[in-house]
């Protein structure tokens, strides 16, 4: 294992490194083009309304506009969704949500797109509001969409939990609220759109799978994929809401149509209002214990608003059910969850894909049990952990496992831990501090019955360089790095030596999509699959070129080395190999991620486990929470890449402190109360304590599978062991996040023990004049 100190000698200069902080990093969004077009999307502003007229007459003779775009203008289909293509690209009938649109402008300038956005006339109906699960839920209520207001429900069971609860000792029922979190990124939803002389399309636009919006699109512009080239690289964040497409249908049709390059680029209340939102979710969760703290039986409820459309919001919900028994041995267990359709905006796909609602619920249960039978909670979750070979959430079988209980061993070795067994000193009256845990088993990949292929390729390029192609995209997390980290301990070569490309589906194999915490290991399994076949071509050929045994070379340095009595020495670089031809030095390899092979949908083969420990400081005269630490402990294997492996876990940490205290996209009857990051709190660098991570890489004997993913578990346990902690300094229980100030003043108790301890302050100062 390895704290992950920043000494380390591990640690590399990232490659974009100096142009990020500099701000000299050319996002995509800031692309620009000649005879370049601005475009600009009509949204409905209503979030449910029938629609019965579209005019656009008026906009079109507006100075500057070269197009104004509605359904009637889409050659092919009128839809698009990563699980089912249920969004459409324009209304022409129903508007589902307040971002729904109608219709798009193309102009010379983007006052006159702006301008001519409200010349168009649209005649609406509007329609009854479906502002909550409960309420579309509702007997008698308006269909969202023709086959009902359920999206997609799930049912995993097993054993008699009704007849478990009869033998247990204690029983906790609660009901835990989450919020509708924004991915708030840097660079927000945009790209340009360039129309080529031979009738093909190149998009510069952000998205986690460059192929799959290739696919969507040419169904939308009904040409072949071939025809569509798609740059994604790089992106200022996505966090799972660039996964689906955004501004790619809009800029596509306007270039196309008016044969010229389209610019778009979200505004912050677009981006807002049209994208995608982590899905609030209500899980109530029954969990009953004997008297010995061994779990009986658990029983869970998960409702998910999954707003208008479909997206990933049913592979969310699949996610959540598993998650919801977390790294537990429970004999009796019944878990269902319904997603259900509303008015209010698209939920979609977000940083611990629904893992995170049902942690926060599922570990406050465990902190609930052991009050109950006054036990440390740390202790219940030990009697009840998974061991090595158990099955996994939903009894599939999963590749061996240590990590819970490497991670609830190794978390007692945190300074903060040993804080909590000593007393913590309050620094006032109204201070009062507290320490919580909480840990998780987070699955990678897409899970069982979900096509999850990868890939890559490796060659000698033209230009005497190993050159590894790989459709992902760098959105922030170090691939690049990671990358070149890979590339270096197989070739011993430097970073001259190297040529990375990804990104571009023009130029790299289809990899697919750079999410569920899946590219280290997808990279790492293709380089180890592409290492030998290619280190066998270039000795091959090195030896033809120098009469050297190909046994006796290396790869190294600026070209291939050998040892010659104990003197080494380079006998080729690589560009005098490249010069003899590079036709015979390429290698691809097309795989499947590893998937359990039990066929339970969704469920998962390859896990991350994390425990994690948080000191907070509570002031019980405004009710502010402050975070004083945090240390992690994550079991992922092999750490390839130092800086990236800290990265993810800090800024996953700092999305679930959002998540736990501040953030919360408000909706009231369908619209946006929150519009912008002035309403929206966002943690800053104020608010965000010193952070240890602890990385556990001994994998079980026989593990060959290498480093898993790290990219969401950062993010998944946090909010709990705040919570654990906000309750041990201040005796109340949190059920619904975010943290509210105003629920921790309504406890008449923390002003009745301030009032008595200064009371008892006066009559002492009394005493002692």
């Known amino acids: 294992m390895m704290l992950l100190s920043r000494e380390s000698s591990k640690w590399k200069v990232r490659p974009d490194g100096k142009e990020k902080v500099t701000g000299r990093l050319r996002y995509l969004t800031d692309m620009k083009g000649a005879n370049m077009l601005y475009g600009r999307v009509l949204r409905s502003s209503y979030p449910h309304a029938r629609i019965h007229s579209i005019d656009i007459s008026v906009a079109l003779r507006h100075p500057g506009v070269k197009a ?17 293509p249920d ?68 049912d995993y069971s097993r054993g008699d939990v009704e007849g478990a609860f009869q033998n247990c000792t204690y029983i906790v029922e609660e009901t835990y609220e989450t919020p509708r979190q924004m991915h708030t990124y840097l660079e927000t939803e945009g790209g ?37 080239r798609v740059i994604s690289s790089p992106i200022g964040g996505s966090f799972g809401g660039k996964d689906e497409l955004n501004v790619q249908p809009y800029g596509a049709l306007l270039a196309l149509h008016c044969q010229r390059p389209v610019k778009m680029h979200f505004s912050r209340w677009e981006s807002v209002k049209a994208g995608l939102k982590r899905h609030p979710m209500k899980v109530t969760m029954k969990t009953g214990i004997d008297s010995d703290g061994k779990l009986l039986a658990h029983q869970a409820r998960i409702l998910s608003d999954t707003g208008a459309y479909s997206t990933l919001g049913g592979p969310v919900l699949n996610f959540a059910t598993e998650h919801a028994m977390g790294p537990y041995l429970i004999p009796h267990v019944d878990v269902k969850g319904k997603a259900v359709y509303t008015n209010n905006g698209v939920s979609g796909e977000f940083r611990g894909f629904g893992g995170n609602q049902v942690i926060f619920a599922l570990e406050g249960q465990m902190d609930r049990l052991a009050e109950q039978l006054q036990i440390e909670p740390w202790e219940l979750r030990r009697r009840n952990l998974r061991q090595l070979n158990d099955l996994g959430p939903m009894g599939q079988r999963i590749v061996p496992t240590d990590g819970p209980k490497q991670v609830w061993e190794a978390l007692q070795r945190s300074p903060i831990w040993q804080k909590r067994i000593e007393s913590t ?26 096509p999850d292929h990868a890939g890559g390729t490796i060659r000698l390029s033209k230009e005497g360089k190993i050159e590894v192609a790989f459709g992902h995209e760098e959105f922030g997390q170090g691939l690049l790095s990671t990358l070149e980290i890979l590339m270096q301990d197989h070739f011993q070569c430097e970073r001259d030596d190297l040529n990375i490309i990804i990104g571009d589906t023009e130029l790299v194999p289809s990899s697919g999509s750079s999410t569920a915490s899946r590219t280290t290991n997808m990279v790492w399994q293709s380089l180890n699959r ?13 030896s033809f070129l120098t009469g050297i045994p190909k046994e006796q070379l290396q790869t190294g340095r600026s070209g291939i080395w050998m040892d010659k009595k104990g003197y080494r020495q380079q006998v080729l670089t690589y560009k005098q190999i490249a010069d003899s031809g590079v036709e015979d030095l390429e290698f691809t390899t097309a795989f499947h991620y590893p998937i359990t092979p039990d066929p339970i949908i969704g469920a998962h083969y390859l896990y991350t486990s994390t425990a994690v420990i948080v000191e907070v400081e509570v002031n019980l005269l405004t009710g502010m929470v402050t975070i004083i630490g945090i240390d992690h402990v994550v079991a992922a ?38 519009k912008n ?41 946090l909010a709990p062991a705040i919570v654990s902690a906000v309750r041990q300094a201040t005796g109340k229980w949190v059920k619904s996040l975010p943290i509210k100030p105003e629920e921790l003043l309504q406890d008449s108790l923390f002003l009745e023990e301030i009032e008595g301890e200064k009371t008892y302050e006066s009559k002492s100062q009394s005493v002692s004049k």
């Open 677 to 717: 990051l002035d309403t929206y709190m966002i943690p800053t660098i104020l608010d965000v304590p010193v952070q240890h991570v602890e990385a556990i890489e001994e994998l079980p004997d026989g593990d060959s599978f290498g480093p898993r993913g790290v990219g969401e578990v950062g993010s998944v346990a």
């Open 192 to 228: 340009l759109f360039v129309p080529e002389a031979d009738g093909k399309l190149i998009v510069y636009a952000p998205t986690q799978h460059g192929y799959k919006d290739r696919m969507q699109l040419a169904r939308i512009l009904a040409i072949p994929e071939e025809t569509i």
């Open 530 to 542: 592409l290492k030998a076949p290619f280190l066998e071509a270039l000795f091959e050929r090195a």
């Open 87 to 154: 969004q459409p690209v324009f209304c022409d009938e129903l508007v589902r949500f307040e971002g729904d649109a109608v219709a798009a402008v193309a102009a010379e300038t983007k006052e006159a797109a702006e301008e001519a956005l409200q010349l168009i006339q649209v005649e609406y109906e509007e329609l009854d509001v479906l502002s909550s699960p409960e309420a579309a839920l509702d007997e008698g209520a308006p269909l969202i969409h023709p086959a009902g207001n359920i999206l997609h429900e799930t």
């Open 68 to 84: 104004v775009l509605t359904h009637r203008d889409i050659p092919g289909l009128n839809g698009f969704g990563i699980s089912q």
């Open 425 to 450: 000193k309050n620094s006032s009256l109204w201070l009062r501090r507290g320490i919580g845990l909480a840990m998780a088993m987070h699955g990678s990949g897409l899970g069982y019955g979900i």
């Open 637 to 674: 294997g092999p750490v390839i890449n130092p800086m990236g492996y800290v990265g993810q876990i800090e800024g996953g940490s700092v999305m679930a402190l959002g998540f736990t205290l501040t953030e919360d996209a408000v909706m009231d009857g369908g619209r946006y109360v929150t």
